[in-house]
């Protein structure tokens, strides 16, 4: 196109040239050629002032008497910048250089040179018109053989079909379609062949080919490029003693690996060296796959089929791929024999608490204010001699006093009725007295109660009244509780999912929330057969009575209690539960 440009407008050369590294100009295309002489090149140097300016401003410029290099005084000549768009963006310029007789002949050949951008893009439009023609007959061709392909509901005949078509319309000698069978390819169909004999030098080639191409999971090309990475010493071997020949071997791929190979042969005047109908045999391997595949896996016995179906799993299983998952697969495989076939100990857990098996109140005798506490918690106590605090008595003795006085009035007044022989005023007097006989000695009772004595040997267990001396209490209210620390019991709350298996005799092991350490063991009284509710729980009281007694044991202490409820399987231990509240959850 330069030339041509050239000739018409009598340019003596042209450039078209684009911004490359460090400020210098790139070389796209040049006339004369690059084997000009330097001092024909050697203005494209001097002509950044105009490349420059057509690059910034997008517009035709025209720099005239371009200076001759060497420092002679004669110009070389006129230089006409044309810029080059894609779209709005100027991405090269042609540069012309011209004779001064050129510039003195008007603006016809001016005009001419500024056509160049359209001829370059009329010549783009053409090639990309070109490529979208031969895109559409090589698609034509594609979905010509995949109808062709289509028409057979058997794979032999599918196979056929494909080897057929593409020998016929790619002008092969020979088109062979192999089939990954256990570790090696087998050749299933071959094109203008009906029978293939697989003992054949030929055959058994043409496989070892089709094996070095799915073992690469590559396209291989013979004669093969000089930057080709691919071995294809196979390939070779069938070219260069059944040949010669141009051999092309393409994979066919499923879910993401090789599971046939396509072979094309052809004579060695006709390689397989252009990328697009290369690109063409591709696409129709890609898109005949899935229908030959499906074809072949349907067309198998029912034997076959379930292997075939069996295979996957078990090479996904047994395979490489995905090592820790299989490991974590296996080892819980055997965790799961482990637990189904062993026994262990099965324990069910609840809550406990230490209680005193003998253990008294003394509550207050009367209403009254407390005078004296004489005992802390924790104090050992005697029954009968340990006093443990006093009441407030001043009342009472005052009380007693004036019954005193009313009984001794009572009594003189029988005795002045005796003597004046009034009988009944006498007895009604003595009656009088004896009332009042039994309220002091009522009052009596009270004031020796007053002195709160231990009723058994042991230890006071409640909370300290020390702070409370002077203080009112009510009849009945419990001032002091006494328990004997070294025979303690234990109450367990047994949840109702568990208490089935809650039986008397049955031992098991304490361990207190502050002595978590140590190990308290028990043994089963008594299974309270009525439930109650104790934190939003429904649980039963189950008595258990200690074995090993410890020093700091004390009656209020709490824990966690775990029962030996006998041997069970450990897959059941373990899941029990979860089924349990399925089988709720589900009513099954």
């Given at each position: ?429 003595g009656a009088q007295s004896d009332k009042l006989a039994a309220e002091i000695r009522l009052v009596d ?144």
């Open positions: 196109m330069l030339a041509t440009q050239c000739r018409n407008a009598r340019a003596d050369a042209a450039v078209v040239v684009r911004p490359g590294q460090k400020n210098r100009l790139e070389i796209l295309a040049a006339y004369p050629g690059p084997v000009a002489s330097k001092p024909a090149l050697d203005w494209v140097a001097r002509a950044h002032e105009p490349f420059h300016r057509v690059m910034a401003d997008g517009k035709s410029v025209l720099v005239p008497e371009m200076p001759a290099p060497g420092g002679s005084t004669e110009p070389l000549g006129t230089v006409l910048g044309v810029p080059i768009r894609n779209e709005a963006t100027v991405r090269a310029v042609a540069l012309f250089l011209l004779r001064a007789s050129t510039t003195h002949e008007g603006s016809a050949p001016l005009t001419l040179l500024e056509t160049t951008p359209l001829l370059l893009e009329h010549y783009e439009l053409r090639l990309a018109f070109d490529h979208g023609q031969a895109a559409m007959k090589r698609l034509g061709q594609v979905l010509d053989v995949l109808t062709v392909v289509n028409r057979s509901h058997r794979f032999l005949s599918a196979a056929m079909a494909l080897c057929n078509e593409m020998a016929t319309r790619l002008d092969c000698s020979r088109v062979s379609l192999g089939f990954l069978n256990g570790r090696c390819v087998k050749v299933q169909a071959m094109s203008h062949t009906d029978t293939v004999n697989r003992e054949m030098k030929r055959v058994q080639a043409i496989e070892a080919a089709m094996e070095e191409c799915l073992d690469q999971d590559v396209e291989v090309i013979y004669p093969a490029s000089d930057t080709a990475a691919v071995v294809c010493r196979a390939t070779a071997g069938l070219a260069g003693e059944h040949g010669p020949a141009g051999v092309l071997s393409l994979p066919i791929r499923e879910d993401g690996g090789a599971a046939a190979v396509m072979t094309l042969e052809r004579t060695p005047e006709r390689p397989f060296d252009r990328p697009e109908e290369i690109e063409a045999v591709r696409l129709i391997c890609d898109l005949c796959a899935p229908r030959l595949l499906d074809l072949r896996q349907n067309d198998r016995w029912f034997g076959a089929r379930v292997a075939s179906w069996a295979r996957q799993p078990m090479e996904s299983l047994i395979g490489h791929e995905h090592t820790w998952i299989k490991v974590a697969a296996i080892l819980f495989f055997f965790l799961m024999v482990f637990l189904a076939t062993t026994r262990g100990d099965y324990r069910l857990d609840a809550a406990f608490v230490l209680e005193a098996r003998n253990q008294q109140a003394v509550v207050a005798p009367f209403d009254a204010f407390t005078k004296s506490v004489l005992v802390a918690p924790g104090d050992r106590v005697e029954a009968g001699q340990t006093i443990l605090g006093t009441l407030e008595t001043t009342e009472l003795r005052l009380k007693r006093a004036a019954l005193k006085a009313e009984q001794l009035g009572y009594r003189k007044q029988m005795t002045a009725s005796m003597r004046d022989r009034k009988t009944a005023d006498a007895q009604i007097a009772s009270k004031i020796e109660q007053a002195t709160l004595v231990a009723p058994i040997t042991g230890r006071i267990i409640s909370e300290d009244l020390k702070q409370q001396i002077g203080a009112p209490v009510e009849t009945g209210e419990i001032l002091f509780e006494i328990a004997r620390i070294d025979a303690l019991r234990a109450t367990l709350f047994v949840p109702e999912t568990s208490v089935a298996g809650v039986t008397a005799g049955q031992a098991g092991e304490l361990a207190s929330e502050g002595h978590p350490g140590q190990r308290i063991r028990f043994v089963i009284e008594q299974v309270n057969p009525i439930a109650e509710i104790v934190d939003h729980q429904n649980v039963f009281r189950v008595h258990a009575r200690i074995v090993n007694h410890l020093e700091w044991m004390r009656p209020g202490m709490k824990g966690r209690a775990r029962i030996s409820a006998g041997q069970r399987s450990r897959l059941w231990i373990v899941s029990h539960r979860v089924v349990d509240w399925l089988r709720m959850a589900l009513w099954i």
